[in-house]
Nanobody, 124 residues
Framework: QVYLVESGGGLVQAGDSLRLSCAAS????????VSWFRQAPGKEREFVAL????????NYADSVKGRFTISRDKVKDTAYLQMNNLKPEDTGVYYC?????????????????WGKGTLVTVSS
């Protein structure tokens, strides 16, 4: 079991920045790839970004490329999502997900463990 706790969400204005954190405990976090997903009200959970187990490979949804950066700290067992130039359409609950293995998942069904999420609200 991997336990994930997200933090760092909040209410910001368009153009602002936020950094989300995903703190892990339980099994060896370094054995897992990490993905961030988000879910807006009334919509399905969608892929945002992923980072490989080794941290050497990343992937982003087209909607966030150039604005968001995913990273991980192996010493702290924590993953991050730096979000710059936020837009109202970025509003939603952001979830951290862990998938065992070297390659992360861009689909919610491929995630092994989830956190409970952190709310990001971007006002216009």
């Amino acid at each position: 079991q991997v336990y994930l706790v997200e933090s760092g969400g909040g209410l910001v204005q368009a153009g602002d920045s936020l950094r989300l954190s995903c703190a892990a405990s339980g099994r060896t976090f370094s054995s897992y790839s990490v993905s961030w997903f988000r879910q807006a009200p009334g919509k399905e959970r969608e892929f945002v970004a992923l980072i490989s187990r080794g941290g050497d490979s990343t992937n982003y949804a087209d909607s966030v490329k150039g604005r968001f950066t995913i990273s991980r700290d192996k010493v702290k067992d924590t993953a991050y999502l730096q979000m710059n130039n936020l837009k109202p359409e970025d509003t939603g609950v952001y979830y951290c997900g862990a998938k065992y293995g070297s390659i992360g998942s861009t689909h919610r069904n491929g995630v092994d463990f989830w956190g409970k999420g952190t709310l990001v609200t971007v006002s216009s």
